[in-house]
């Protein structure tokens, strides 16, 4: 093969690439150190928030349903997806220290079942979220999973998990490139 075919041939495989990075939402909005926040994981996350508002106000408040358009509301979703996102991170840090992966897995697991066991959770993620079970599971039941199996373990050790994560988060070296938003003190907040 001559140059100029081995040329083009990378400059496609590269803008396959690309264009798939771009398609499926997998670029970076953050990096906890050098672990990233995946745009498409922060979208599903804001999106389930944003669809469960909506639902709740219809049921309760319907005169004030609209509050949810508004631009301060969609920010604060969006700073507390992210600044969740970022906790999590720093919480599943803390649990390869302590778990092997497999281990970790097995009670993230145990735990999530145990939520779910017996229930069609199915028909009710979808309606309150617009999720699947799984993606429910992923987004939402697993990151509850991970905070409690570090919460239990400290409590043991006599940490205080509160004061442990306020302190791992004013250390956390994080940037944020999602316009509109930074982290400051150890916390995500909407720039002015």
Request: proline residues 2%; negative net charge.
């Amino acid at each position: 093969m001559d140059r100029k075919k081995i040329i083009i041939l990378i400059a496609s495989a590269v803008a396959i690439v690309i264009i798939s990075i771009i398609s499926f939402k997998l670029y970076p909005i953050a990096f906890v150190g050098w672990q990233p926040v995946i745009y498409g994981d922060f979208t599903k996350n804001y999106d389930a928030a944003v669809f469960y508002y909506v639902k709740a106000l219809l049921t309760y408040n319907k005169s004030g349903a609209d509050i949810i358009n508004s631009l301060e509301v969609k920010n604060e979703i969006k700073r507390a997806g992210l600044e969740a996102s970022i906790e999590d991170i720093l919480i599943s840090n803390e649990l390869k220290k302590i778990f092997s992966s497999s281990e970790l897995k097995n009670q993230i697991d145990k735990d999530v079942t145990a939520v779910i066991q017996g229930k069609d959770i199915e028909k009710e993620t979808e309606t309150l979220y617009g999720l699947s079970s799984g993606e429910f599971a992923m987004y939402f039941l697993e990151p509850q999973a991970r905070m409690e199996i570090l919460e239990a373990r400290m409590r043991l050790e006599n940490i205080n998990f509160d004061e442990w994560l306020a302190s791992e988060k004013k250390q956390a070296k994080v940037m944020i490139f999602l316009p509109g938003f930074e982290w400051k003190d150890g916390t995500v907040i909407i720039k002015k």
